[in-house]
């Protein structure tokens, strides 16, 4: 038996190679940051397909990773000084997986204080206001009559945008070099696509973003992390 093998999770969702990194994800904005990651650092690791309803996310053996109740979340056998790890939280597990490569974190203390404030800004920001903004717009909130709630997210939004932008005037990435900021963000910002709400906020008003959005995706291990673990 392993590290991985005698947690719950893996009751549920076994694993094929309980020596390697598990990553328990659904390829949302969130679930694809970690397997855009661990392409871009090419750590080896195993997905499973977590779907989205409560028998999955609620399930007890979920629950006994994530209490929380959401994706992504990872088991590490091969964690600091030996020691197992198991990990939930999409900008933790950015944090870990770059403390532990070494790799897009920036090189000086200045540095990565840059890229965790940016990463911040997406998970404080962007990825609950573009949450709400989706809700509001494409799926049950849209149905809401007060146009309040989806005028409030769509200006957030916009001011959102507005802030990237200036941010990479001069630049091509969000921190300066390409870090686990831009694997938190540019994600949320591609989700405009999916949410029809492109035209409402304004995107194309945004130059700098919009190339920002096309560079990110050309990224070879962000076209194979985007759809892993695939869609059923």
Request: aromatic share 10%; charged share 20%; glycine share 8%.
């Given at each position: 038996?392993?590290?991985?093998?005698?947690?719950?999770?893996?009751?549920?969702?076994?694993?094929?190679?309980?020596?390697?990194?598990q990553?328990?994800a659904?390829?949302?904005?969130?679930?694809?940051?970690?397997?855009?990651?661990?392409?871009?650092?090419?750590?080896?690791?195993?997905?499973?397909?977590?779907?989205?309803?409560?028998?999955?996310?609620?399930?007890?053996?979920?629950?006994?990773?994530?209490?929380?109740?959401?994706?992504?979340?990872?088991?590490?056998?091969?964690?600091?000084?030996?020691?197992?790890?198991?990990?939930?939280?999409?900008?933790?597990?950015?944090?870990?997986?770059?403390?532990?490569?070494?790799?897009?974190?920036?090189?000086?203390?200045?540095?990565?204080?840059?890229?965790?404030?940016w990463?911040?800004?997406?998970?404080g920001?962007?990825?609950?206001?573009?949450?709400q903004?989706?809700?509001?717009?494409?799926?049950?909130?849209?149905?809401?009559?007060?146009?309040?709630?989806?005028?409030?997210y769509?200006?957030?939004?916009?001011?959102?945008?507005?802030?990237?932008?200036?941010?990479?005037?001069?630049?091509?990435?969000?921190?300066?070099?390409?870090?686990?900021?831009?694997?938190?963000?540019?994600?949320?910002?591609?989700?405009?696509?999916?949410?029809?709400?492109?035209?409402?906020?304004g995107?194309?008003?945004?130059?700098?973003?919009?190339?920002?959005?096309?560079?990110?995706?050309?990224?070879?291990?962000?076209?194979?992390?985007?759809?892993?673990?695939?869609?059923?």
């Open positions: 038996m392993s590290f991985v093998t005698d947690h719950p999770i893996n009751g549920k969702y076994p694993a094929e190679n309980p020596d390697i990194l990553l328990y659904f390829p949302t904005p969130n679930g694809v940051k970690v397997s855009i990651m661990l392409e871009e650092i090419g750590l080896p690791y195993e997905a499973h397909l977590v779907g989205l309803s409560d028998a999955e996310v609620k399930s007890p053996e979920f629950l006994a990773l994530n209490p929380n109740n959401k994706i992504p979340a990872i088991l590490d056998p091969n964690g600091p000084d030996g020691e197992p790890v198991a990990l939930f939280e999409s900008g933790a597990i950015l944090i870990y997986l770059a403390e532990k490569s070494g790799q897009l974190i920036g090189k000086t203390a200045a540095e990565k204080a840059q890229v965790i404030q990463l911040m800004f997406q998970m920001g962007v990825g609950p206001m573009f949450g903004l989706g809700f509001f717009y494409k799926f049950a909130g849209a149905d809401i009559e007060d146009p309040r709630p989806r005028e409030r769509i200006n957030e939004a916009k001011r959102l945008l507005n802030v990237v932008n200036q941010q990479l005037e001069g630049q091509d990435w969000i921190a300066g070099d390409y870090s686990i900021a831009d694997i938190a963000l540019a994600p949320w910002l591609g989700a405009l696509d999916f949410y029809g709400a492109t035209e409402v906020v995107l194309s008003e945004f130059p700098n973003v919009t190339a920002y959005i096309d560079r990110f995706m050309a990224r070879p291990a962000v076209q194979k992390g985007r759809n892993t673990p695939p869609r059923p």
